[in-house]
């Protein structure tokens, strides 16, 4: 069965995410045939589709079966915090528009251990489906990540870590990244022998991206992903304006949809020429047609992945662009 896509947009949306993937986890959602293993190699995976779900749309890696028989070819689960968080109040995404979205969850999370209780028994009759787990900077770094990466290593493929959350306070500016992020790869490396690689915030400064690049490759890190969603303090990244959200009268949140490819097509362009063809790197933001994923993949995106599109078109989005890239890459 199709899930109703045009039925659940009828609820607010962080409604309709649950019912969504509530039907999933129940086994609801739409099947396809199995993939045969593909010639796209990432992080320690070879995925049947460089496709794969964004970090935020399965936090809890609830629906990770319904993923897979969907036809995508990786999650990035999470992102997960080592405790349990509520996030922001309600209402907390918002839909503008023409694909456009707007969410303020602030890291809403049951904590490391019951999502890696469920990694767990999706493992036990899936051992081969791409997983990468995306954890956050907590507090203490060494303190906090050490025990979720230890928890989640057996479970997963590689580690994510969203050093661009604009929705809790702390989230660190590109350029002061380094040293957390050599703790970071330390203690994933050292706890899980896992790769890490971090997700960026998006940025129209391509010499101030190369350098943060560098310098994070130098204390271990593995790749990029290239974008999170637009916070207010970068809405200069807006080509046409928003009406943002607000809470206490400041505007919130971080912006995700069309108005994003633009930006995470220039990234990815800049780091691959800057690094070349070895450095893994996800695409990500503004995907919400087949030209769309092949130009993050023209600009040398590895893999590319998909969140408010997959709200907004359903699987149909995913079976186009599954199979123009399929053809691309034949
Ligand atoms: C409701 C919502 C929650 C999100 N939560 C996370 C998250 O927990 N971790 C993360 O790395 N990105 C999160 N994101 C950002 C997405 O992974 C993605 O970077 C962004 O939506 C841009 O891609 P898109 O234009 O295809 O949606 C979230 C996005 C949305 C809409």
Not at 131 to 146: D, H, I, Q, R, W
Not at 152 to 172: E, I, K, M, R, Y
Not at 256 to 269: E, F, H, N, W
Request: hydrophobic letters at 45%.
């Amino acid at each position: 069965m199709n899930f109703p896509l045009k039925l659940l947009q009828a609820f607010d949306p962080e409604t309709s995410h649950t019912l969504a993937l509530k039907a999933l986890a129940l086994g609801l959602g739409p099947k396809r045939q199995h993939l045969p293993q593909g010639t796209t190699q990432l992080l320690g995976c070879n995925l049947p589709t460089p496709l794969g779900l964004a970090g935020g749309a399965d936090k809890t890696g609830a629906a990770l079966q319904a993923w897979a028989d969907m036809g995508l070819g990786f999650v990035e689960v999470g992102t997960i915090t080592p405790n349990a968080r509520e996030g922001n109040p309600r209402p907390r995404i918002w839909r503008l528009g023409n694909g456009e979205m707007v969410n303020w969850m602030g890291l809403n999370s049951p904590g490391v251990e019951v999502v890696a209780a469920n990694l767990q028994r999706f493992r036990q009759h899936n051992a081969t489906f791409c997983l990468g787990a995306s954890l956050a900077n907590p507090s203490k770094v060494k303190e906090g990540l050490t025990p979720s990466a230890e928890l989640l290593a057996p479970w997963v493929d590689f580690f994510t870590f969203n050093a661009s959350c604009p929705n809790v306070a702390g989230h660190q500016a590109h350029d002061a990244l380094a040293p957390i992020l050599q703790e970071v790869a330390e203690v994933i490396a050292g706890a899980a022998g896992k790769a890490v690689v971090v997700k960026l915030g998006p940025t129209d400064d391509p010499e101030a991206l190369k350098a943060t690049a560098d310098a994070l490759l130098k204390v271990g890190v593995a790749g990029f992903i290239c974008c999170n969603t637009i916070p207010p303090d970068k809405r200069h990244l807006l080509h046409t304006p928003i009406d943002w959200p607000e809470h206490d009268a400041k505007p919130v949140g971080g912006y995700s949809g069309p108005q994003l490819l633009p930006i995470s097509v220039a990234m990815i362009t800049t780091l691959r020429q800057h690094l070349g063809k070895d450095v893994p790197l996800i695409g990500v933001g503004g995907v919400q047609t087949p030209a769309d994923a092949k130009s993050l993949i023209w600009a040398g995106a590895n893999a590319i992945q998909l969140y408010a599109g997959l709200t907004r078109h359903g699987v149909k989005l995913l079976d186009d662009i599954r199979s123009e890239v399929a053809l691309m890459q034949a």
